[in-house]
């Protein structure tokens, strides 16, 4: 029990860490490290308390919200439509396959990161185009834990100055997380022994996150990022591949 605890607060100080050098990557990382550990739907339980601490203080830190609400607000109402559509995906007999979505999430991720793809999208498709992206967003989140993938693509296509994404990325990660933690509910994955477990998860984000961000200031933000994207490459095709041979190989 005590080599499991120091283990979350490992991972939680690590997934801190890494979003308060570049910004996102606490519910990427930590769902991926947890799901190593513990079932989906109860790592996304533990995940969900730092998750939205973190991200409403990334939301709320600039001047930026009320443009960026009123961009967004299609794809954020898309989000939570198809988290709540796939309620139940994470429990249950879709739990190994949440895994492997999670793990080729995870590679895909990576991989539009290294690639460097960058898109745009015209000022008038972007109400349809957000509002299937964050469907599509809602619909995986549901099944692995993970908000990314289509959502951020949108966001960066969509041409957000630098101080504006960072708030958009919170904004996204917050609805995100609240409307996950309503099918958690739902499934009854929340449960009176992860209160404890939940605030010390918070208290190692927010050290991890303030380690980030003061060595953000000394540190090359590009060096450390192309290393997170291959970190997570290689966790993916972990994942992936270890739910995959559970799955369809014999024992």
């Known amino acids: 029990m005590q080599d499991s605890a120091i283990a979350i607060a490992a991972i939680f100080v690590l997934a801190g860490f890494i979003k308060g050098v570049i910004g996102l990557g606490l519910p990427t990382i930590a769902m991926g490290l947890l799901a190593v550990v513990m079932p989906p739907a109860q790592a996304a339980a533990m995940m969900i308390v730092p998750s939205f601490v973190t991200n409403v203080w ?15 607000w299609p794809m954020l109402l898309g989000v ?3 988290t ?17 979505a999670l793990g080729l999430l995870l ?10 793809v960058r898109f745009h ?9 957000g509002a299937v992206a964050g469907f599509i967003t809602g619909l995986i989140t549901a099944a692995t834990g993970v908000f990314v993938i289509p959502a951020m693509p949108f966001m960066q296509a969509i041409g957000l100055e630098k101080d504006e994404l960072v708030q958009a990325l ?11 933690a309503g099918n958690l509910v739902a499934n009854d994955a929340f449960t009176v022994s992860l ?52 799955l369809f190989l014999p024992h």
């Open 170 to 180: 919170g904004a996204a990660f917050t609805v995100s997380t609240v409307a996950l």
């Open 84 to 100: 709540w559509s796939g309620v139940g995906l994470m429990r249950g007999t879709y739990a190994d396959y949440g895994a492997i």
């Open 58 to 72: 990334q939301m709320l830190s600039g001047n930026h919200l009320r443009a960026v609400l009123a961009r967004l």
């Open 195 to 246: 209160a404890g477990p939940a605030l010390g998860a918070l208290a190692a984000a927010l050290l991890g996150m303030w380690i980030g961000q003061a060595l953000r200031l000394r540190m090359h933000p590009e060096v450390f990022r192309r290393w997170f994207f291959i970190g997570l490459l290689l966790l993916g095709c972990y994942l992936a591949g270890s739910a995959g041979a559970k």
């Open 107 to 116: 590679v895909l991720y990576a991989a539009l990161g290294l690639s460097r």
């Open 80 to 82: 939570c439509i198809g």
């Open 121 to 129: 999208l015209p000022r008038s498709r972007e109400a349809v185009v």
